[in-house]
């Protein structure tokens, strides 16, 4: 995904239906850039290309080169009980691998993940924290 991509004020946009296909009902001429982007409530997708620019004239453009998911970026909040304050410091293990550390909210993310099956565990000094088997 592009990072700059909240940053910018895109033109227009659509959204792609089932299958990935999407039309923009009428461009002007003129140069584009086409930034992929989708985001779930704590997931992003990382989708490559990340950007891919393309000119219109005066007939239809079909794009040819596709869109891929590539890995996805996911984040979560580590409290110090089920319903306790965030928890600042709390490292964060991904299949007994340190990944992260948790901000000064709570809040870690990892990122470059792919499709797979993780252990993940956070650990404090002042609590212990249950293992959960994501898939």
Same mark, same amino acid.
Request: charged share 20%; with cysteine.
């Given at each position: ?25 009428? &461009? ?81 993310? &990892? ?25």
């Amino acid at each position: 995904m592009n990072k700059n991509f909240e940053s910018k004020k895109p033109l227009c946009h659509v959204i792609s239906d089932n299958t990935g296909r999407f039309i923009f009902p009428s &461009l002007s001429p003129g140069d584009y850039k086409l930034i992929p982007h989708y985001a779930g409530a704590q997931t992003k997708f990382d989708v490559q290309p990340p950007e891919l620019s393309f000119k219109v004239s005066h007939n239809s453009v079909v794009l040819t080169p596709d869109f891929k998911i590539t890995g996805f970026t996911v984040g979560g909040l580590v409290r110090s009980a089920m319903n306790g304050n965030p928890l600042q410091g709390a490292k964060i293990f991904l299949s007994h691998k340190e990944v992260a550390v948790t901000d000064k909210n709570g809040k870690y993310v &990892l990122d470059n993940m792919k499709a797979g099956q993780y252990t993940l565990k956070a650990e404090s000094g002042i609590r212990n924290f249950t293992r959960f088997l994501l898939n």
